[in-house]
């Protein structure tokens, strides 16, 4: 079974924190707020392609986004 995994990063990219949502040991996006918490984007990486159960993928979203707004 595959593992979501949520990790808070502060690359020196950003000015925000982001929170990096992680699959089985592989960054596959992250969700970072630099034009405000109404403005929130999910950057995905260019990885092979992969499949995602819906319910999973939105609820680990959810999570993300309520890590990134403590």
């Given at each position: ?18 929170v990096y ?18 403005r929130i ?30």
């Open positions: 079974m595959k593992k979501f995994e949520l990790v808070i990063g502060s690359p020196t990219d950003y000015e925000e924190l982001v949502i992680r699959l089985d040991d592989i960054n596959i996006c992250l969700i970072q707020k630099e034009e405000g918490i109404n984007k999910i950057e995905f990486f260019n990885e092979k392609e992969i499949t995602l159960y819906l319910e999973e993928f939105l609820d680990v979203l959810s999570k993300a986004k309520n890590e990134l707004l403590k």
